[in-house]
């Protein structure tokens, strides 16, 4: 299987959010596009990230840039857009280019996004990303550990900053959705890390939220899994940002009913 970046455009009369015709056309043949890649094994690794420049960015795996080819004409997407396949772009690639197209977005909905280093008692390097609406104040943070990548016959400052840039493009696909799917998996992108769990676990007894919690996150039940930790451990990494929000949401609404009753 090889990989490829899709590169798509198209001038602003032809977006769906402004033209009727390419909307319906688009939401018609929206359910239809999952079967489409399907049917000729082509499977989306990152993305598609949709720009305000009327721009987006997919990666895919697949057989040949034949079936890519393919794809992009059965599923639609050529009708309203100009579309670019670059072939024998790597997964590291592919986090450089999101990171990279991100950057003027949250510019413009003056946000920030920042990393930092923590430190880990079992070695190696956890990154913290920090997303920031900068009006607002309010912010949210995302963490992941690694090991240090000593690959290559690298120095330990050479596995610092190979690890140290690997860790913040995974930080901000965490952040932002943004589902990657490596080789190492299932397809679905895993579970969340012992990092995350314990975050998790931490936010879930200041919600003071049960089962039901765990039954939307899809994640197994206490009674499957042993113990709360452990169902805990099951949600996917790619909700991670869902579960997030979720107890945030819980722990304000609770909180404000507590200042209305005082």
């Not at 923590?118 to 943070?141: C, F, M, S, T, V």
């Not at 860790?167 to 969340?192: E, H, M, P």
């Not at 197994?220 to 169902?231: F, K, N, R, T």
């Not at 451990?233 to 209305?260: P, V």
Request: hydrophobic share 40%; aromatic share 6%; net charge negative.
């Amino acid at each position: 299987m090889e990989q490829f970046a899709l590169i798509a455009s198209h001038p602003p009369d032809q977006c769906p959010t402004a033209n009727e015709t390419i909307r319906k056309f688009f939401l018609n043949r929206s359910p239809d596009m999952t079967k489409v890649a399907e049917k000729l094994g082509v499977k989306y690794l990152a993305g598609p990230i949709i720009t305000t420049e009327h721009k987006s960015y997919a990666i895919v795996q697949a057989k040949s840039v034949e079936a890519v080819r393919n794809f992009v004409i059965e599923s639609g997407l050529i009708q309203w857009n100009s579309v670019d396949v670059v072939h024998g772009v790597t997964m590291d690639k592919a986090l450089e280019e999101i990171d990279k197209h991100l950057r003027p977005l949250l510019a413009k909905e003056d946000m920030d996004l920042s990393y930092s280093n923590e430190p880990r008692e079992a070695g190696g390097i956890l990154i913290r990303g920090r997303l920031k609406h900068l009006p607002g104040g309010h912010y949210e943070d995302s963490f992941m550990p690694a090991p240090l990548d000593t690959s290559g016959g690298k120095s330990i400052v050479q596995g610092v900053g190979s690890t140290n840039s690997f860790l913040r493009r995974y930080v901000a696909c965490n952040i932002f959705n943004i589902v990657v799917v490596g080789n190492d998996d299932d397809g679905s992108g895993g579970t969340i890390d012992e990092t995350q769990t314990k975050i998790i676990l931490d936010l879930i007894k200041k919600a003071k939220v049960g089962p039901k919690f765990l039954k939307y996150m899809k994640a197994q039940s206490v009674e499957e899994a042993g113990s709360l930790d452990a169902a805990v451990a099951t949600i996917a990494a790619r909700d991670y940002r869902k579960a997030i929000s979720t107890l945030e949401e819980h722990i304000g609404k609770a909180e404000a009913g507590h200042a209305n009753v005082s």
